[in-house]
Every structure is written in structure tokens, then in C-alpha cells.
Nanobody, 123 residues
Framework: QVRLVESGGGLVQAGGSLRLSCAAS????????MGWFRQAPGKEREFVAG???????SYVDAVKGRFTISRDNAKNTVYLQMNSLKPEDTAVYLC?????????????????WGQGTQVTVSS
């Protein structure tokens, strides 16, 4: 069982930045593909960014050039650096772990989920 705990959310003005962190309890964290998803009120959960065990990255088009995903396997932590934030980025952000080689953009392959952290971007 992998326990994931997100932190770093908050309220920020449009154009601002936040860095989200997701700490994992599992020593084999480095072997998991990690993903960040977000869910806004009344909307489905959507893929934001993912990073494989080997460091490969994938982003949804809406955040390319603004968000950066990274991981520190020594700290069992994955990060999401979010710059140039927009009001439409407002959502609960959740990290997830998948026992896969590829970065998959649907929720089904991700077995473990954190509780989420709220990001609110004001205009």
C-alpha cells in the first residue's frame, strides 16, 4: 500500500506560481509512474502531468510551457511547479501512483491516490 500526501496548494492571483509536493510512503517509490490530476467542481478528473520512473514526462496541452513535473526519488517526492497560473487552473490537485512503465493519462491505471490539495487562482 502506497500512501500519498499532497501539500503546497493555496490561493494565488492570476500570473502567480505555486509548487505542489506529493510525498510517498513507499520505499519502492522510484519504480512507480507518478501523475498529477485535477478536478474542478462539476467536472471530471483530468490528467495534468506525469513522470515515469526513468524521468520521461508528459503534459496535457493546457499546461505545457507553464507547469513542470519532477521527482526526487531520494525523498520519495514528486513535485508540480506551476507558473503563469490562470483562473481556469482552479481545482483540487491530486497525485497518483501507477505500477506502469508508460505514462498513462486516464485514471484507471493509477492504483494509489492522495487526498488532494486545493489550488485557487483569482482573476
Amino acid at each position: 500500500q502506497v500512501r500519498l500526501v499532497e501539500s503546497g496548494g493555496g490561493l494565488v492571483q492570476a500570473g502567480g506560481s505555486l509548487r505542489l509536493s506529493c510525498a510517498a510512503s513507499e520505499r519502492t517509490f522510484s519504480s512507480y509512474t507518478m501523475g498529477w490530476f485535477r478536478q474542478a467542481p462539476g467536472k471530471e478528473r483530468e490528467f495534468v502531468a506525469g513522470i515515469s520512473w526513468s524521468g520521461g514526462r508528459s503534459y496535457v496541452d493546457a499546461v505545457k510551457g507553464r507547469f513542470t513535473i519532477s521527482r526526487d526519488n531520494a525523498k520519495n517526492t514528486v513535485y508540480l511547479q506551476m507558473n503563469s497560473l490562470k483562473p481556469e487552473d482552479t481545482a483540487v490537485y491530486l497525485c497518483a501512483a501507477a505500477d506502469t512503465i508508460l505514462i498513462l493519462t486516464t485514471t484507471i491505471p493509477y492504483k494509489y491516490w492522495g487526498q488532494g490539495t486545493q489550488v485557487t487562482v483569482s482573476s
